[in-house]
């Protein structure tokens, strides 16, 4: 099996993550990722603050998520 080439970058901010420049006129912090999920199964938003972020680069690409202490994917060993 070939492992997919890209690298997880995970940082802490205890504060929260502040919403991007263009989000500005939303109050507070990114929303945690794992509404999507949580919606799919008819549950209600989460509303813990996020201090993760995730950043996976994939060939280039970064892909961005934002989550809570408690819905912190699992991390690769
Ligand atoms: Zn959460």
């Not at 929303?31 to 280039?60: I, Y």
Request: aromatic residues 8%; glycine residues 8%; proline residues 8%.
């Amino acid at each position: 099996m070939t492992r997919k080439r890209s690298t997880k970058t995970v940082d802490r901010n205890p504060a929260g993550w502040p919403l991007a420049e263009y989000d500005r006129g939303y109050p507070g912090v990114q929303k945690c990722r794992s509404v999507l999920d949580r919606a799919a199964k008819g549950l209600l938003p989460c509303d813990e603050l996020t201090v993760w972020r995730v950043r996976t680069s994939t060939r280039g690409l970064v892909a961005t998520g934002y989550f809570c202490d408690q819905h912190l994917p699992q991390q690769a060993p």
